[in-house]
């Protein structure tokens, strides 16, 4: 394996004449929006308190998505070119591996999420470690402390004088050879933090979603249509966190691959796989947005606080209904209470 930098990539500048327009423009109104949501969902959730490991890990999802949000306005400025390199630099080295993390780390928790429901309808009532509070405290601090040490070596590495041969400069030419070594194996290992946690995922809520089934068919429910409409709305979580993260993941492996060893030396290639990195990074990012809505679908306590800070008045009840009607909760109003059970798993 060639660990050196090819010449290749950095002879190719950097085409920036269509991303320095773009991209600033599409993460600005992600910022404002992000910004809004995640703050008021930061408000309300500090309010809670930590009773169930659901809401523990919903918190730390807020903390990810509110510190991804605040590296935005870096990237929209390293992104447009305003400022001297020296604010490159400083997005390379640190802002743009502070996104990376926390996007990663909210990836983890959606996954942990995921299994707390699973574990909710599989024992109801009944606490097994995972269920306990403490335990998804450990676990939510473990997943921190994983992802915050093994990438220091992404910030540590990024030691070499930055060479900018008049284009754009390029994250990948201020790492070292090891730097280089570091920055393309932890991305593999995010690869398959990705792929494990969408597997999970499937697992989860391919079992939750039988459950619920049952339980239609159980309570010897007339609405065929409901089942299947249920049936739907259980994937709906899954498949926003497939088409949000899967492009970046097909995108990022081939791109890693012209960032640290002689693949696509042709300088077009290159400029089109930055391009298609790009795009798809701002996908994935726009499930900081999307999350909120996770909080107000899933959680029945923040949802009670989120119209109560609101006010009544605010929130007009229809508007709310329909908020819920198009929920993933699954709220199953045909079934008899006893038999209700919900997506969050928990009976109703
Ligand atoms: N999955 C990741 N986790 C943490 N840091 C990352 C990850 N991927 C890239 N980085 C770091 O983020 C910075 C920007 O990387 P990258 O987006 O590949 O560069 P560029 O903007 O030049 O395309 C680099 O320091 C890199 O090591």
């Known amino acids: 394996m060639n660990n050196s930098l090819p010449n290749a990539s950095v002879k190719c500048l950097r085409d920036t004449s269509v991303t320095a327009v773009v ?51 870096l990237r929209i400025l390293s992104d447009a070119g305003v400022g001297s390199w020296h604010l ?48 998804g405290q450990m676990l939510s601090a473990a997943v921190w402390a994983v992802m915050l040490s093994l990438a220091l070596p992404n910030v540590i590495l990024s030691d070499q004088p930055p060479r900018i041969s008049g284009g754009r400069l390029k994250c990948s030419s201020m790492k070292s050879k090891a730097g280089l070594l570091w920055h393309e194996g932890f991305n593999y290992f995010c690869q398959v933090i990705f792929w494990g946690t969408l597997a999970l995922m499937v697992v989860c809520y391919t079992f939750i979603s039988k459950k619920v089934y049952e339980s239609y068919k159980a309570s010897k429910s007339r609405s065929q249509a409901a089942s299947r409409k249920t049936k739907a709305k259980v994937f709906v979580v899954v498949g926003v966190f497939f088409i949000c993260f899967a492009p970046f993941h097909f995108a990022r492996v081939p791109y890693t691959l012209t960032q640290t060893r002689n693949m696509a030396s042709h300088c077009q290639a290159q400029n089109a796989l930055y391009i298609a990195k790009e795009t798809t990074l ?50 199953m109003s045909q079934i008899p209470h006893s038999k209700r059970l919900s997506y969050n798993g928990m009976p109703e």
């Open 282 to 331: 701002w996908l994935s990012a726009t499930n900081v947005c999307l999350d909120p809505l996770i909080y107000v679908f899933l959680c029945k306590v923040f949802r009670k606080r989120l119209t109560a800070a609101l006010g009544p008045k605010a929130l007009h009840k229809g508007a709310m209904d329909s908020l819920t009607a198009t929920s993933t909760q699954l709220e």
């Open 23 to 73: 991209f600033p423009c599409l993460y600005s109104i992600l910022f404002i929006v992000a910004l809004v949501l995640n703050s008021l969902a930061a408000w309300i959730f500090f309010s809670i308190p930590s009773t169930s490991t659901f809401v523990v890990f919903l918190k730390n999802v807020v903390v990810a998505d509110l510190l991804m949000t605040l590296t935005i306005p």
């Open 88 to 135: 490159r630099a400083f997005h390379c080295r640190y802002s743009a591996v502070l996104f990376y993390i926390t996007m990663y780390i909210s990836i983890l928790l959606l996954g942990l999420i995921s299994l707390d429901r699973y574990l909710k309808i599989v024992r109801p009532f009944g606490k097994c470690a995972l269920q306990r509070v403490r335990v």
